[in-house]
């Protein structure tokens, strides 16, 4: 039945074998083993608050202080952590279609930086990176690797429930170099557009691809969580690799289930 060619490797590894433009979707879950804590599992908590809560223009503008210690937990948290096998073995497949003549873009929703880490060239970020700023007054994008990002986060940002907010004044939060003005994490946010270019650029590679991976994501956050529906319904095979599966996945040709970390590496070898 529908469910058991869903799990047929083999047959997997032959169209993989056959494809020439692949794409692939990462979420949160590809980190995961890292030690990176997902969205919408149980570790999806910052003292008592969810990211819906924090990753908005709105909870910026309200107290950009708690949002700033925020990024500034998760900043400090990705200096100690690094790639595992799922991300390699995405490198490893671009290698490997790259010297075959072949096409290969990963699209990520991750804002790690832990595909770059491992290899990959042709990343996309869909929702920015922890380790670039904008400034609100000039809208200069920078990268920013500083540790503490200033000295008023320093210690700060600490995720236990009963930790008290810093309260740091605007002033003293990270500022722009070039203009003073306040920055933020070049980071989208709920109700923020996707970049015009990341759309653009997505959506081509998209409509070129014959084979699309969709590796730990729970696809409920648009517009990401649409890419392989859409493709689906154009007839493109899609395989989709999770711990369980989500809404999307009856409408996908593969599922294999098991941690990415485990199950890429022989996948895409
Ligand atoms: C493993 C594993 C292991 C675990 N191995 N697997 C259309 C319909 C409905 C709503 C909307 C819509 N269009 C827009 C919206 C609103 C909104 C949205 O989608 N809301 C939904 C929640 C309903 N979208 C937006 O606002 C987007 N903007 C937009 O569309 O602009 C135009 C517009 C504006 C206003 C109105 C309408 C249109 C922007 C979304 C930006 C999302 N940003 C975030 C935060 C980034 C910064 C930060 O990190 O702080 O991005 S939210 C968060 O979710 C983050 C992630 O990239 C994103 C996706 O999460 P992901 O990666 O899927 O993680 P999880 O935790 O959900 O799932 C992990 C998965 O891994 C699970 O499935 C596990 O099983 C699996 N897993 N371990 C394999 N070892
Ligand atoms: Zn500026």
Same mark, same amino acid.
């Not at 948290?77 to 790259?98: D, G």
């Not at 517009?223 to 409408?251: D, R, W, Y």
């Given at each position: 039945?529908?469910?058991?060619?869903?799990?047929?490797?083999?047959?997997?590894?032959?169209?993989?074998?056959?494809?020439?433009?692949?794409?692939?979707?990462?979420?949160?879950?590809?980190?995961?083993?890292?030690?990176?804590?997902?969205?919408?599992?149980?570790?999806?908590?910052?003292?008592?608050?969810?990211?819906?809560?924090?990753?908005?223009?709105?909870?910026?503008?309200?107290?950009?202080?708690?949002?700033?210690?925020?990024?500034?937990?998760?900043?400090?948290?990705?200096?100690?952590?690094?790639?595992?096998?799922?991300?390699?073995?995405?490198?490893?497949?671009?290698?490997?279609?790259?010297?075959?003549?072949?096409?290969?873009?990963?699209?990520?929703?991750?804002?790690?930086?832990?595909?770059?880490?491992?290899?990959?060239?042709? *990343? !996309?970020?869909?929702?920015? +990176? $922890?380790?670039?700023?904008?400034?609100?007054?000039?809208?200069? @994008?920078?990268?920013?690797? &500083?540790?503490?990002?200033?000295?008023?986060?320093?210690?700060?940002?600490?995720?236990?429930?009963?930790?008290?907010?810093?309260?740091?004044?605007?002033?003293?939060?990270?500022?722009?170099?070039?203009?003073?003005?306040?920055?933020?994490?070049? *980071? !989208?946010?709920?109700?923020? +557009? $996707?970049?015009?270019?990341?759309?653009?650029?997505?959506?081509? @590679?998209?409509?070129?691809? &014959?084979?699309?991976?969709?590796?730990?994501?729970?696809?409920?956050?648009?517009?990401?969580?649409?890419?392989?529906?859409?493709?689906?319904?154009?007839?493109?095979?899609?395989?989709?690799?999770?711990?369980?599966?989500?809404?999307?996945?009856?409408?996908?040709?593969?599922?294999?289930?098991?941690?990415?970390?485990?199950?890429?590496?022989?996948?895409?070898?």
């Amino acid at each position: 039945d529908a469910r058991e060619e869903q799990k047929d490797m083999n047959g997997f590894r032959k169209v993989l074998a056959h494809a020439k433009s692949v794409v692939a979707l990462t979420g949160a879950g590809v980190s995961a083993e890292s030690g990176v804590p997902t969205f919408r599992g149980a570790g999806g908590y910052w003292r008592t608050y969810q990211a819906q809560q924090l990753a908005t223009p709105e909870a910026f503008s309200e107290d950009p202080s708690l949002v700033w210690e925020f990024y500034h937990y998760r900043r400090e948290v990705m200096l100690t952590k690094t790639y595992n096998p799922a991300h390699l073995a995405l490198a490893n497949l671009e290698k490997r279609l790259i010297n075959e003549g072949k096409q290969f873009t990963l699209l990520t929703q991750n804002i790690d930086r832990l595909h770059q880490a491992a290899g990959s060239q042709n *990343v !996309v970020e869909l929702h920015g +990176s $922890l380790f670039l700023t904008r400034c609100l007054s000039c809208s200069e @994008v920078k990268e920013n690797r &500083d540790s503490p990002i200033c000295a008023s986060l320093k210690d700060k940002g600490a995720p236990d429930p009963d930790e008290k907010s810093a309260g740091i004044p605007a002033d003293q939060l990270p500022r722009c170099s070039s203009c003073s003005g306040l920055l933020r994490p070049h *980071v !989208v946010w709920f109700g923020e +557009s $996707l970049d015009t270019n990341v759309m653009s650029k997505s959506y081509s @590679v998209m409509c070129e691809c &014959d084979l699309f991976l969709v590796i730990g994501t729970s696809s409920v956050v648009y517009p990401a969580a649409g890419f392989a529906l859409n493709l689906a319904n154009k007839g493109v095979l899609v395989a989709e690799f999770n711990i369980e599966p989500t809404t999307a996945t009856s409408a996908f040709n593969y599922h294999f289930h098991g941690k990415c970390g485990e199950i890429l590496p022989p996948a895409l070898a």
